[in-house]
């Protein structure tokens, strides 16, 4: 049985994610050419390490003391997925709020846990004034089909820093 809780930013430490798999492997990509988005053969192993893993803690702490929500799924008491959403409404009209990550452990993808974190972080989003959720989307085949399937469209509005940050992401959008 899946539990899913608000995380406090106390609990935010490498032990959390002990029994975290993140691990993808990754062999086709949606890729911008000509103005159009098409699928390429793109493989890769995508795996945290101990720097990633210090980089995501420090983020999720950061998203925590700025008022931001971060939301987590455990089964048998270990983390198995996550989901962070930034304070601070952005856009041409201030209607969105950024889906900073989400993730569920190699072990328990497919079971619903992406949704249902999801779902929670469209619910905080609402509570925040927000009408849409901004997402810089990992680019493989997998990762899209899984944001299309819960309603994503490619973003009206272009984050211009997650452009430059992540330029092989795809940038889209939820309306809550």
């Known amino acids: 049985m899946i539990q899913y809780r608000t995380l406090c930013i106390d609990e935010i430490t490498r032990e959390l994610f002990s ?6 492997i990754v062999t086709k990509c949606w890729r911008r050419e000509n103005a159009e988005w098409i699928i390429k053969d793109a493989p890769f192993i995508d795996d945290w390490g101990e720097k990633e893993y210090e980089i995501l ?9 700025a008022g931001g929500f971060v939301y987590a799924a455990f089964w048998h008491g270990m983390l198995k997925g996550f989901v962070s959403v930034e304070s601070g409404l952005f856009g041409n009209t201030q209607n969105y709020l950024d889906l900073s990550s989400i993730h569920v452990s190699e072990d ?4 619903g846990i992406g949704a249902a ?6 619910e905080w989003a609402k509570t925040q004034g927000a009408a849409k959720l901004y997402i810089s989307a990992h680019s493989a085949v997998e990762s899209q089909a899984f944001y299309k399937k ?3 469209v490619d973003a009206a509005f272009i984050h211009q820093k997650h452009v430059e940050d992540e330029p092989f992401d795809r940038q889209l959008e939820c309306t809550l």
């Open 19 to 24: 029994d975290f798999i993140r691990h993808q």
């Open 57 to 65: 803690i420090s983020c999720l702490k950061n998203t925590l003391a």
């Open 117 to 122: 974190l999801f779902q929670a972080a469209k």
């Open 150 to 152: 819960i309603g994503c």
């Open 108 to 111: 328990l993808r497919g079971k």
